[in-house]
């Protein structure tokens, strides 16, 4: 018990099992000074078996009794009051748990700092993700957007193109009718004309 006490760490321990020894030993005279009987317990109150009870007493309180090393025997820094133990041992034990306690709640706190650096990242790296998608995505767009308007520019030209040869074609026509109308026109105008001499010709070979 004496080195139990030299470790200061051991102080509720200690106590502890001083408390139920006393506290078995109080059982124990009550149990035993209860299961006496009356007529034992009379003949002490009248005087008649007193001195024998009392001598038994005695010897069951001096059995039972624990031994408790005198304050001289302790270590020095232990001359404690018991009646103001209680709270002290309390304080000193709550120290050692929260002591004992305070590792495991750094650990604990660490590895969910670790925990959420770890998700942070992740979740950065999906941010960073989800701009580079973006980005792509835009300049796919804007690809498209130009393939289809580069498209839509070959198809009008080739509209164009087929439009202007087909009125290319209708001013041909067109033309060519306009060149044989003119011909026939003159061809005609030369046939009247030489009609017309033939005529006057005629009219005077008459008149004579």
């Known amino acids: 018990m004496l080195a139990r006490l030299a470790n200061k760490t051991e102080v509720a ?4 099992l001083v408390m ?13 000074s209860s299961a006496l009987p009356e007529k034992e317990q009379g003949k002490g109150s009248n005087g008649s078996a007193g001195p024998t009870h009392d001598m038994w007493r005695k010897s069951v309180h001096s059995d039972k009794a624990p031994r408790v090393e ?15 133990k209680r709270p002290f041992e309390s304080d000193s ?25 770890m998700y942070r990242a992740h979740a950065d790296e999906a941010r960073r993700e989800a701009e580079r998608l973006k980005q792509y995505a835009m300049a ?9 308007r580069s498209r839509i ?15 290319l074609e209708e001013f041909q026509a067109l033309e060519r009718a306009h060149h ?7 061809r005609m105008e030369a046939d009247i004309k030489d009609l017309l001499l033939k005529m006057e010709a005629t009219r005077r070979n008459l008149a004579m």
Not at 13 to 16: A, H, I, N, R
Not at 20 to 32: E, Y
Not at 93 to 117: C, G, H, V, W, Y
Not at 153 to 167: F, G, S, V, Y
């Open 13 to 16: 321990e200690v106590y502890s």
């Open 20 to 32: 139920a020894f006393l506290t078995d030993s109080d059982n124990s005279k009550l149990g035993t």
């Open 70 to 84: 005198s304050s001289s025997s302790l270590p020095p820094g232990f001359h404690v009051d018991w009646t103001e």
């Open 93 to 117: 034990q709550r120290n050692t748990q929260r002591q004992s306690f305070m590792p495991e709640l750094d650990r604990f706190i660490t590895m969910k700092q670790e925990e959420a650096k």
């Open 140 to 148: 796919k767009n804007e690809e498209i957007e130009e393939e289809y």
């Open 153 to 167: 520019t070959k198809l009008r030209l080739i509209e164009a193109e087929e439009i202007r040869k087909q009125k």
């Open 180 to 186: 044989e109308y003119s011909s026939m026109k003159m």
